[in-house]
């Protein structure tokens, strides 16, 4: 048990899928594992564990922005042995050709801030996935036909961002999607020996303004879920 995670010693798998609403952690965990329970409850921040195909897996929600994820990724891997964490989430599309639906595969991320940045101090720290699981999630995306991008992507501490020219600079340089955790999982992983990837799907195409719904955000990311686990135990 630690101060965020009230599983017990042994009841968090070394796999483990990171949405970050609660709620889609245990829509997940209905839909797609066998025997789960429930290992976590603290602060509303739902995790469970169970069987898919049977591999032991864990979903346990990782709350919203960077700061959140810094402490979940880091209590996950280094007091309960994960090995592998795979963020499941949603993203504003900032390219015409990344379409809604279609899912991102975080091959490195930018950022202003980064909560590691109190360890790395004036290292500019490069956060990027695991090179194994992006290559596999790229190729059974592609086997599946599902739309897959591969590239940058921008980590946002606001959801609210008020620099105007911020979009525009992301948008040239080439940067797919606007998300708010990937970089620091990717940071957290590196820096204790884990393995991570982000997947998003893309819920709003911030050129055109376009969006899916809040219920389909919630429960209708299948297809991205099926790939994270296969992704995990291919």
């Known amino acids: 048990m630690t101060i965020h995670l009230s599983a017990a010693p042994g009841e968090i798998a070394e796999t483990v899928l990171m949405p970050g609403d609660p ?8 839909q797609f594992l066998a025997d789960a329970v429930q290992t976590n409850r603290t602060r509303g921040m739902l995790g469970y564990t169970g ?13 919203m922005g960077m700061a959140s994820m810094a402490i979940y ?9 994960a090995r592998v964490l795979i963020r499941i989430g949603s993203a504003g ?13 975080a091959q490195a991320c930018s950022t202003l801030s980064l909560p590691s940045r ?5 290292v500019a720290l490069a956060p990027c996935a695991d090179f194994a ?16 991008h591969v590239g940058n992507v921008f980590s946002s501490d606001l959801f609210y961002e008020e620099r105007d020219d911020l979009r525009a600079i992301m ?8 998300e708010m955790e990937a970089a620091e999982l990717y940071a957290t992983a590196a820096r204790h020996g884990a393995r991570a990837l982000a997947m998003m799907t893309i819920s709003d195409h911030l050129p055109t303004g376009a969006s899916i719904s ?21």
């Not at 790229?138 to 599902?146: D, F």
């Open 23 to 30: 709620l889609r952690a245990r829509w997940v965990a209905e």
């Open 51 to 63: 069987r898919w195909r049977g591999n032991r897996v864990t979903i346990q929600a990782s709350g």
């Open 73 to 81: 990724a880091r209590e996950l891997i280094v007091d309960y042995g």
């Open 93 to 105: 599309s900032l390219q015409p050709g990344v379409g809604l639906r279609d899912l991102v595969l």
């Open 118 to 122: 109190s360890v790395l101090r004036e």
């Open 133 to 148: 699981l992006l290559a596999r999630a790229h190729r059974l995306a592609q086997g599946r036909g599902q739309v897959a």
């Open 171 to 178: 948008q040239r340089h080439g940067v797919l999607a606007v």
């Open 214 to 234: 809040p219920e389909e955000r919630e429960t209708g990311f299948a297809d991205m879920v099926a790939l994270a686990l296969e992704t995990a135990f291919a």
